[in-house]
């Protein structure tokens, strides 16, 4: 809630205006044009397509654990990458590339004794224009749609040294989609190329980030579920081994980078030697259901 509020505070506040000179107008003159993503539909694709991603495999294994923190490090990483973007846009106050016409929509440019725009057009238009940089749209994708990559190689075990193609291409995906939306900023002559290039590299760090709080890495065999999952299980497993249940001893660890390891003293109860933290994990969860 407090990043909501201190979000829509930057949304509402000027940004900085920044000293703009007329030999600065040859890179600040072109077309104003119409998004070709509208702002409206930033949200749809990089909170809610990932909630319904969540949601899928939430029916799929009717893990409560993930559902709750694939959501909430998605709102962590998309909320606090608004907040870092705004902040520096209104710190920063660069102009757009279309700020000549915003400036000037009569194309009469007018400067004060000091050499600095006197603009005379629309207001909104004029706030709107001292913030090239960095770029929402970009870093609002990378932040939502990066999650959501991280989310799926974890979930379909994109990295478990097979060489599925398919799989990659599939975490791919929104990493690309992302990367078009960013473009499509330098097209519409709203943000300068580097504009976009520092919005998509915040909301990546900001998104992996936010996932690692909540997630193992997608390359470690346990990257397929939260941390909370296998705390759980380990949780499980001690108070079955306290019962009586367990017939072996069992030295259990729970790593904050490795999730859940369980080393045997002792032969397990396949009668192999290997039988490791995966096999364990599974005889526990078949258990459960």
């Given at each position: 809630?407090?990043?909501?509020?201190?979000?829509?505070?930057?949304?509402?506040?000027?940004?900085?205006?920044?000293?703009?000179?007329?030999?600065?107008?040859g890179?600040?003159?072109?077309?104003?044009?119409?998004?070709?993503?509208?702002?409206?539909?930033?949200?749809?694709?990089?909170v809610?397509?990932?909630?319904?991603?969540?949601?899928?495999?939430?029916?799929?294994?009717?893990?409560?654990?993930?559902?709750?923190?694939?959501v909430?490090?998605?709102?962590?990483?998309?909320?606090?990458?608004?907040?870092?973007?705004?902040?520096?846009?209104?710190a920063?106050?660069r102009?757009?590339?279309?700020f000549?016409?915003?400036?000037?929509?009569?194309?009469?440019?007018?400067?004060?004794?000091w050499?600095?725009?006197?603009?005379?057009?629309?207001?909104?238009?004029?706030?709107?224009?001292?913030?090239?940089?960095?770029?929402?749209?970009?870093?609002?994708?990378?932040?939502?749609?990066g999650?959501?990559?991280?989310?799926l190689?974890?979930?379909?075990?994109?990295?478990?040294?097979?060489?599925?193609?398919?799989?990659l291409?599939?975490?791919v995906?929104?990493?690309?989609?992302?990367?078009l939306?960013?473009?499509?900023?330098?097209?519409?002559?709203w943000h300068?190329w580097?504009?976009?290039?520092?919005?998509?590299f915040?909301?990546?760090?900001?998104?992996?980030?936010?996932?690692?709080?909540?997630?193992p890495?997608p390359?470690d065999?346990?990257g397929?579920?939260?941390y909370a999952?296998?705390?759980?299980?380990?949780?499980?497993?001690?108070?079955?081994?306290g019962?009586?249940?367990a017939?072996?001893?069992?030295?259990?660890?729970?790593?904050?980078?490795?999730?859940?390891?369980?080393?045997?003293q002792?032969?397990?109860?396949?009668?192999?030697?290997?039988?490791?933290?995966?096999?364990?994990?599974?005889?526990?969860?078949?258990?459960?259901?």
């Amino acid at each position: 809630m407090l990043l909501v509020i201190i979000e829509v505070g930057l949304f509402v506040i000027h940004p900085f205006y920044r000293f703009v000179g007329k030999d600065m107008m040859g890179d600040l003159r072109y077309p104003m044009k119409d998004n070709t993503v509208p702002l409206w539909a930033v949200p749809i694709y990089s909170v809610l397509l990932p909630i319904c991603v969540s949601i899928f495999f939430y029916y799929r294994r009717k893990d409560v654990y993930d559902l709750h923190h694939s959501v909430l490090g998605l709102l962590f990483a998309v909320l606090i990458t608004a907040v870092i973007t705004d902040a520096i846009k209104d710190a920063v106050g660069r102009p757009r590339p279309d700020f000549f016409w915003r400036c000037f929509p009569d194309g009469k440019d007018v400067y004060d004794k000091w050499g600095n725009v006197v603009c005379h057009g629309n207001k909104a238009d004029i706030k709107e224009g001292h913030k090239s940089f960095p770029s929402g749209h970009a870093s609002w994708s990378f932040a939502g749609l990066g999650y959501l990559s991280l989310y799926l190689a974890g979930k379909i075990h994109t990295f478990d040294r097979q060489g599925h193609i398919a799989k990659l291409c599939i975490t791919v995906i929104p990493l690309l989609a992302a990367s078009l939306v960013a473009v499509s900023r330098v097209d519409d002559y709203w943000h300068h190329w580097n504009d976009v290039f520092a919005g998509g590299f915040l909301g990546l760090v900001v998104s992996a980030f936010c996932y690692r709080q909540f997630f193992p890495n997608p390359y470690d065999d346990d990257g397929w579920g939260p941390y909370a999952y296998f705390d759980a299980l380990l949780e499980e497993l001690s108070d079955n081994n306290g019962d009586g249940a367990a017939q072996t001893t069992n030295q259990l660890t729970a790593h904050p980078t490795m999730g859940v390891h369980i080393v045997n003293q002792t032969q397990g109860s396949k009668g192999d030697s290997d039988y490791g933290p995966s096999s364990r994990l599974d005889d526990i969860e078949l258990g459960r259901r």
